[in-house]
């Protein structure tokens, strides 16, 4: 069974710009979350989708990140304008049940430098 | 909002019996608790999940008090490729999900 595909591994970017990563969760996955790991610490919850809707956002810093997942299935978290503490691991998971309560399987990140 | 508080660093040696306590006073009802561990540039992996008393499974227990305000996890007889970052998770209420710091369990020859 494939994993949680995360797309790009690695990006660099200057404070302003703006930024998007790309998640495929595992298939038939009904749930899907991004979170942010700075280094050093646990990961935070940005948003929870189950299926195309959003359950929860409430950690998400909507002045400038934004999430979908388009027809349940892939998802694009965006950073417009970039702050120097945007820098993190953004990781996506995704989970076959319920949000909050099931397994999640993780996908490996893509690690965001803002300089 | 439950906090978890979990040590931020442990050491043992191969064979030996670890047990890593996360603390949760603030759990709510509906909340289970999950353990998940992490290697470097690696998302974080599932190792348990319980709501109350004791759970097992192939490569950890999970004990709960009956108050559920902490749980400990409990790994048999570690070897080196157990070193890694362990994190306790306390969720499912209002879909909230609050992650602890992790601990970093190293793992002596």
């Known amino acids: 069974e494939a994993g949680v595909a995360q797309s790009p591994r690695y990006k660099i970017i200057e404070k302003r710009q703006s930024v998007a990563f790309w998640c495929n969760p595992i298939s038939g996955h009904a749930t899907l979350y991004w979170y942010q790991q700075i280094l050093g610490q646990g990961p935070k919850l940005l948003i929870q989708?189950?299926?195309?809707?959003?359950?929860?956002d409430s950690q998400l810093p909507k002045d400038r990140f934004s999430a979908e997942r388009l027809k349940g299935v892939d998802s694009t978290l965006k950073i417009q304008p970039a702050k120097l503490e945007d820098s993190a691991v953004y990781l996506c998971a995704s989970s076959p049940g319920p949000p909050s309560t099931d397994t999640q399987y993780f996908g490996p990140g893509t690690r965001l430098t803002v300089l | 909002l439950a906090k978890t508080t979990q040590p931020i660093s442990m050491d043992s040696y191969e064979g030996q019996e670890v047990n890593i306590t996360c603390s949760h006073n603030n759990i709510a009802t509906n909340d289970y608790i999950t353990w998940y561990q992490q290697f470097p540039s690696q998302g974080p992996r599932f190792i348990i999940q319980g709501y109350k008393t004791k759970v097992t499974n192939e490569v950890a227990s999970l004990f709960i008090p009956a108050d559920r305000k902490s749980s400990t996890l409990s790994l048999p007889r570690v070897s080196l490729s157990d070193t890694a970052v362990y994190y306790c998770?306390?969720?499912?209420?209002?879909?909230?999900?609050?992650w602890g710091a992790g601990t970093k369990l190293i793992i002596k020859p």
């Open positions: 989708f189950q299926n195309n809707g959003v359950v929860d």
């Open positions: 998770l306390v969720g499912g209420s209002n879909y909230q999900l609050i």
